[in-house]
């Protein structure tokens, strides 16, 4: 258990909704990741934080927002969700350098309706 | 940047026998090279991962991988496979030295079922 909690763990939320999941890491690792998981394309990053307030964009990052305000949380917004983003989010963290693994939490199933 | 690609989506096996999962990748840069395991409704765990050294490497639950730099394969093996081996098998890199975010490229995924 790498200390990472990932909330809602279950979510269903309508069209044009805005959505916020959070991630949530007791190891004070540098690095925090979202990913989104889909059937036949594995995991993608959508955005990732490198430190408090430092984030950048990832492969699939339109329609999404981040935010760091804390070492330990790192929040994954969606402003307006769309069907498209219905999907299983998971959230990482590393220590970088050259502890170059990815620590995954248990994930977030988002149905958007 | 980099690519993976996982060209097995599904590998079923017997119980007993020795399996491959097959990955190769696509980069301009030197990588670091590692596989997940994830169990139903659950994360992503670390089998194994290369960094640099010995080309063999060993992992969690009787697993191994060869990196093969001229082939741009990292092939993950087990010589004899448990039911609970049953699980997907997600092959990642992520370019090495400093700058790169420690970002992860993942495969699509190889589904193993072991069948008694």
């Known amino acids: 258990d790498a200390g990472i909690t990932q909330s809602p763990r279950h979510k269903v939320t309508e069209t044009g909704t805005p959505v916020t999941l959070r991630c949530h890491q007791t190891?004070?690792?540098?690095?925090m990741y979202w990913y989104r998981q889909d059937p036949g394309h594995g995991l993608r990053l959508i955005h990732y934080?490198?430190?408090?307030?430092?984030?950048d964009k990832g492969e699939v990052s339109d329609g999404y927002s981040v935010s760091r305000s804390k070492t330990e949380d790192f929040l994954l917004t969606l402003e307006s969700a769309t069907s498209s983003q219905t999907s299983v989010y998971f959230c990482?963290?590393?220590?970088?350098?050259?502890?170059?693994?990815?620590?995954f939490g248990p994930g977030t199933r988002l149905t958007v309706l | 940047a980099q690519s993976v690609t996982q060209l097995d989506s599904q590998v079923p096996v017997f119980e007993e026998a020795p399996v491959e999962l097959r990955c190769n990748y696509s980069?301009?840069?030197?990588?670091?090279l590692f596989w997940y395991v994830q169990y139903p409704n659950q994360g992503l765990q670390l089998l194994l991962k290369?960094?640099?050294?010995?080309?063999l490497v060993k992992g969690i639950n009787g697993f191994e991988a060869e990196f093969n730099k001229s082939q741009t394969s990292f092939h993950l093996r087990k010589p004899s496979v448990h039911i609970s081996d049953t699980a997907e098998y997600f092959c990642?890199?992520?370019?090495?030295?400093?700058?790169?975010?420690?970002?992860?490229?993942f495969g699509t995924g190889t589904q193993l079922k072991v069948e008694l």
């Open positions: 290369y960094l640099s050294g010995s080309t």
């Open positions: 934080s490198y430190g408090v307030k430092d984030t």
């Open positions: 990482a963290i590393s220590l970088g350098g050259a502890h170059n693994e990815q620590f």
């Open positions: 980069s301009s840069v030197s990588v670091y």
């Open positions: 990642a890199v992520s370019p090495s030295g400093r700058g790169g975010g420690n970002k992860l490229t």
């Open positions: 190891e004070n690792h540098r690095y």
